[in-house]
């Protein structure tokens, strides 16, 4: 197979360096901003073009990999270019495929070329082509997933490390694992981008980016993470997609999960899946959800499958079948949740938040007064209130939390997360 690659940068020079030690696909056109600049791989003997989406017309392959990034500009061109011109397309890049990926599909198909995808979602790890292929005699009920391995470092450093949330980010900065600007990552908008892309996989519906609510990790400090810890958790950010009733739920935010579970295991930079099917049960799939080696594997994997003639279709279904599913509203979502104030300790001030809490209907399993911090250095005698609630509906939480912040109680903005309810099916058989 002969084949063109766009973009030469962290995934490129991984990808050129591992189709060179393999056979069966010859790498004859590359694409990057400067020609000049010093590459991680060996592009002599190899035609260059300036121009992404020239390359994809013009140059004479099979397939074109794109490997710049962006969700438009020039990772579009390139994508519409190639398949356009009937070759087969195969990208990393999330961004583009949640929010073009309806219309790339529809193309590919038009032209009956085969789109490849696997690395967008947790690099080397499997999911696109279990999801697409392993698992789909499966009604899913679930996918649960650590996607973003830069907030999966930063939590890590907080639970081992006990470094705060900033010092955390800059480590990342400095070990490459965090952009200078992470805002992205952080605030939640990659693992949206990647749970809708499963999504539609999953549930044979188009990409639906705008519907994904998202919270980041930012508001998560290291006190959180140690109460958490106390009481056997640890806080992972989860991207879900959820069958509930007959729509779905998709949302991204950081949740305590048992320390025992198989979710809290996957620590630093790595990525996991966690699949709940009718059939299937629980599937866990981890590994390197990114960096070049990783990436480059995925994307390779994707180059070596076409050439050995797959072309089913970008989301499994072919595009005519794709159903937009309505979606269940955020506020109705169920779950146990942590609830941590920080507060003046005097008195009255734990009663005054029990009476909101009760008279939203929200009932607690634990309560608990936490003064380390006012032992330390802390001459306004500021507590930590931690509340621990039965399920309850993010609508009640809301509503809660907005009355508690009128009483002017609060020296602090409140943190309110979700704690994970793994695989309730089961534990409703075993009551
Ligand atoms: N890095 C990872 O671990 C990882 C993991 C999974 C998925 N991905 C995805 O893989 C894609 C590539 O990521 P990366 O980390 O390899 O990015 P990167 O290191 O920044 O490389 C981007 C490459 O694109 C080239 N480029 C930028 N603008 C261009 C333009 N206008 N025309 C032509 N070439 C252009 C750059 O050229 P120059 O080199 O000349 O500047 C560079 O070679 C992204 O979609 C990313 O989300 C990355």
């Known amino acids: 197979m002969r084949i063109a690659v766009a973009g030469m940068g962290t995934v490129g020079g991984g990808l050129l360096n591992l189709l060179q030690q393999r056979d069966g696909v010859e790498v004859v056109a590359v694409c990057a901003r400067e020609r000049k600049k010093q590459r991680t791989c060996k592009i002599d003997g190899i035609a260059w073009y300036d121009d992404a989406a020239v390359m994809a017309r013009e140059a004479e392959v099979d397939l074109v990999v794109e490997l710049i990034g962006g969700e438009g500009g020039v990772a579009l061109d390139c994508a519409r270019a190639a398949l356009s011109a009937g070759k087969n397309f195969v990208t990393a890049n999330k961004a583009l495929l949640a929010r073009h990926g309806a219309e790339l599909s529809c193309l590919a198909e038009a032209k009956g070329c085969a789109v490849g995808w696997e690395a967008a979602v947790a690099a080397a790890v499997p999911v696109v082509a279990a999801v697409r292929q392993s698992l789909l005699a499966n009604s899913t009920q679930r996918i649960t997933g650590i996607v973003n391995g830069t907030c999966n470092y930063i939590l890590s450093r907080l639970e081992t490390d006990g470094e705060d949330l900033a010092t955390a980010l800059r480590t990342a900065q400095t070990k490459g694992y965090a952009e200078a600007d992470p805002r992205a990552d952080t605030q939640g908008f990659d693992s949206a981008q990647k749970i809708a892309l499963l999504a539609a996989l999953a549930f044979a519906t188009p990409p639906a980016l705008d519907e994904v609510s998202v919270e980041g990790i930012e508001q998560i400090s290291l006190d959180d993470v140690n109460f958490a810890k106390r009481r056997g958790y640890a806080i992972r950010l989860l991207a879900i997609a959820e069958r509930i009733e007959d729509k779905i739920s998709l949302r991204v935010h950081p949740t305590l999960v048992r320390l025992d579970s198989s979710l809290a295991s996957v620590c630093g930079v790595r990525n996991a899946i966690l699949y709940q099917g009718d059939f299937s049960g629980q599937v866990f799939l981890a590994g390197q959800g990114a960096g070049a080696a990783a990436t480059a594997s995925a994307v390779a994997g994707d180059i070596l499958d076409i050439a050995r003639g797959r072309k089913t279709p970008m ?117």
């Not at 949740?337 to 209907?361: M, P």
């Not at 912040?405 to 609060?410: F, G, V, Y």
């Not at 793994?422 to 534990?427: G, L, P, Q, T, V």
């Open 315 to 431: 989301f499994g279904m072919p595009h005519a079948n794709l159903a937009p599913l309505p979606f269940f509203p955020l506020d109705d979502i169920v779950s146990p949740w942590y609830l941590h104030f920080r507060v003046q300790d005097k008195v009255g001030v734990v009663a005054t938040i029990a009476t909101i809490l009760s008279e939203c209907n929200i009932s607690l399993s634990a309560i608990l007064q936490d003064d380390t911090r006012a032992r330390q250095q802390n001459p306004l005698r500021h507590v930590s209130l931690l509340l621990w609630t039965h399920r309850t509906a993010t609508r009640a939480v809301a509503r809660a939390l907005c009355a508690i912040e009128e009483t002017s109680l609060l020296q602090e903005q409140a943190v309110a997360l979700r704690i994970l309810e793994e695989d309730r099916r089961k534990d409703r058989e075993e009551a």
